[in-house]
């Protein structure tokens, strides 16, 4: 079953615009990450928060993490057309001797030019 | 380092045959998963080894499915008897480690393709 919801299922912007996903979740996590899946391909890490952050930055990327309302947003700033890809977050739970990744919906980006 | 390896990247079999897909994890890696996608069901994680050995099977679909790990450097994932609904994307990761440091990040092989006539 999976554990993250996404939103919007898919979003279409032209390049230069920034692009906001969200991600809800279920239970209690330790950390969450966001993958890109180009097509045809393997997914591919992005960035990590952990569950005592709120915020993190890497590059164009921004993550949001709120454990309050169990929600995460990623914001890709001044987007590319090469950032047309499905996103995906994915939470981890840490039980101390097995951790479990499970992955969200995913969300669909087109960036045109 | 080449990643994580995995063929076939497609195989096309009628029903009732027998699947294998393959995969080589990134050296020093202790963690490798098999995870299946499909459009209606999303990215579902089958099993996970740690050292080779398998932690959790709960997501193997049924006994027609079976993975082994024989050696830190080779896994196999078999359908026997495959149908037509097995047919999806199954991709294979690895990772150095767990806990809720960045250990836990997975790397992700291209995926094997698996159609089902």
């Known amino acids: 079953s999976q554990q993250g919801e996404e939103d919007p299922q898919a979003l279409s912007i032209q390049e230069g615009e920034n692009a906001t996903m969200n991600c809800s979740y279920k239970?209690?996590?330790?950390?969450l990450q966001w993958y890109r899946q180009n097509s045809g391909r393997g997914l591919v890490h992005l960035i990590l928060?952990?569950?005592?952050?709120r915020e993190k930055h890497s590059g164009r990327l921004r993550v949001t993490l709120d454990t309050s309302k169990k929600s995460s947003s990623l914001l890709i700033t001044a987007s590319r057309a090469a950032d047309t890809a499905s996103y995906f977050c994915?939470?981890?739970?840490?039980?101390?001797?097995?951790?479990?990744?499970?992955f969200g919906t995913g969300t669909r980006l087109q960036v045109t030019l | 380092d080449a990643g994580v390896i995995q063929s076939p990247r497609h195989e096309v079999t009628e029903m009732g045959q027998e699947v294998t897909l393959r995969c080589k994890p990134i050296?020093?890696?202790?963690?490798l998963f098999w995870y299946r996608q499909t459009m209606m069901r999303g990215l579902e994680l089958l099993i996970y080894?740690?050292?080779?050995?398998?932690?959790?099977d709960s997501g193997m679909p049924e006994d027609r499915f079976s993975a082994k790990m024989p050696n830190a450097s080779f896994s196999t994932l078999k359908i026997q008897p495959s149908e037509p609904r097995d047919s999806a994307v199954y991709f294979c990761?690895?990772?150095?480690?767990?806990?809720?440091?960045?250990?836990?990040?997975?790397?992700f092989g291209a995926g094997s393709r698996l159609t089902v006539l």
């Open positions: 994915a939470t981890l739970l840490y039980t101390g001797t097995a951790s479990k990744l499970t």
């Open positions: 239970t209690s996590i330790n950390n």
């Open positions: 928060i952990r569950s005592n952050e």
């Open positions: 080894f740690n050292n080779n050995v398998p932690i959790d």
């Open positions: 990761a690895s990772s150095p480690g767990q806990g809720v440091d960045g250990a836990n990040v997975l790397t």
């Open positions: 050296s020093g890696h202790d963690y």
